[in-house]
């Protein structure tokens, strides 16, 4: 029961899983098998799923403590743990180009590590496909731990007992307006530019658009070294770029993984995926 089979989907990276219905109650042997497949592969594709919202946060919470949607938290004061990525609200209806919300997602476009800015950031992303674009919309990801190997010994001394600020109001207001009690709800907070894998002992580089400086440097420095780094660690042949099918469910590891989302169509085309997130084990400048 707790056999997955992994097809390898990249060098550096990523796997399609069969093998496992998550949809299911799951047996402890299951649990660990796709937490050690998550440890390994990083970015996890399990194809033909048959799942809901009550049957995604039931596994959702197999994996960990679920993370309380942000925007709606900042925005409303709810608690609510998933997120819908795409055109179409909760009645169904499709939002254009030129909706409000449709332009503020525009931010997740920027390479990003889920809830950075948050003091316990994201372990894993989950999301759900049911409403899939005929053309665009893809995600694309990157390893910060190939990224890491690539670099040199006295570069990887030089980066390791470095720091850096992550803030969602300076990422997320290059697209859009952060209201007053959303950017409140999320201050800015210290974060390891190399992280380690507890389970593997592996390092990778922890970057994205969310980090903001390097603590203790100057502005300008700062944004030479995140800017270099980033560059060097989204390198077109590094990318690893998923083309959504609805019943897909796809894991993602923040700890180590940049994504961001292509561009779409939303006058033409319907996208509607749900999303959850499970809670780090604490913050990283702990690790």
Known sequence: MSDLVCNPLHDDFGASVTGIDLGSPLESAQVAAVKRAIDRFSFLVFPNQDMDDPRQLAFTRYLGEP????????QQGVVDYFGTIG????NGNQQGNDHAVTKYVRGNEMWHSDSSFRENPTYVTITCAYEVPDKGGTTEFVSGRAAYGRLAASEKAKLDPLATIHDYVFSRSKV???????????PPVEQRLVRTNPATGDKNLYLGSHAREVVGWSVEESRTLLDDLLERTT???????????????VIWD??????????????????????????????????
């Not at 993370?67 to 900042?74: C, D, K, L, M, P």
């Not at 209201?179 to 999320?186: C, E, I, K, P």
């Open 67 to 74: 993370e309380v949607e942000h925007v709606r938290f900042g």
């Open 87 to 90: 055109n179409i609200d909760e």
């Open 176 to 186: 859009a307006e952060v209201t007053a009690s959303h950017a409140a709800s999320l």
């Open 235 to 249: 390198r077109p042949e590094d990318i690893l770029s998923h083309r959504w099918r609805s019943g897909d469910l």
């Open 254 to 287: 923040n700890r180590c993984l940049l994504h961001r989302g292509r561009p779409y169509d939303a006058d033409r085309y319907r996208r509607r995926m749900r999303q959850t997130r499970v809670c780090g084990t604490g913050p990283t400048l702990e690790e």
